[in-house]
């Protein structure tokens, strides 16, 4: 608990400075919804034998980061919009002014971030949450 304190002063420090990093970027967000993105992808293509191939995320605009802690370690809800264009094989689909919503959580070392996505049978409260290495 002193730890997760102390490190949450100093989140609250280091962002106030702008500094260092500590707050999502527009690059590891578009990463982010590119990770669930390419999972969609994959769910319809097993289930309906989609032919995808490959998106392109444009347009990215960040509305809202909510520091939050997450089990215990700091973290974001990012919400914006971003226009995806999906490569089909005869043509291109454009989707604009997609709204998201990502959960991103700054490892203990703060080297790393993980995509943060509450798990599906999570009717319980805490929530679960499942966890993907994104930087």
């Known amino acids: 608990m002193v730890r997760f304190l102390i490190t949450l002063i100093l989140l609250v420090f280091l962002t106030g400075c702008g500094s260092i990093g500590l707050l999502p970027t527009t690059q590891l967000v ?5 990770l669930q993105v390419q999972q969609t ?7 309906l034998n989609l032919d995808f191939q490959g998106f392109d995320i444009k347009g990215l605009k960040i509305l809202q980061e ?3 802690t997450i089990e215990s370690l700091p973290a974001f809800r990012v919400r914006g919009t971003y226009d995806l264009i999906l490569n089909l094989p005869k043509r291109q689909l454009k989707q604009l002014q997609q709204p998201f919503q990502v959960y991103l959580q700054i490892q203990q070392e ?9 798990a599906q049978d999570s009717k319980d409260t805490p929530k679960t949450w499942r966890s993907y290495l994104i930087l």
């Open 30 to 34: 578009q990463k982010a919804i590119a």
């Open 41 to 47: 992808q994959q769910q319809l293509h097993q289930k």
């Open 66 to 68: 909510q520091p939050l």
């Open 110 to 118: 703060g080297k790393s971030w993980r995509l943060l996505v509450p």
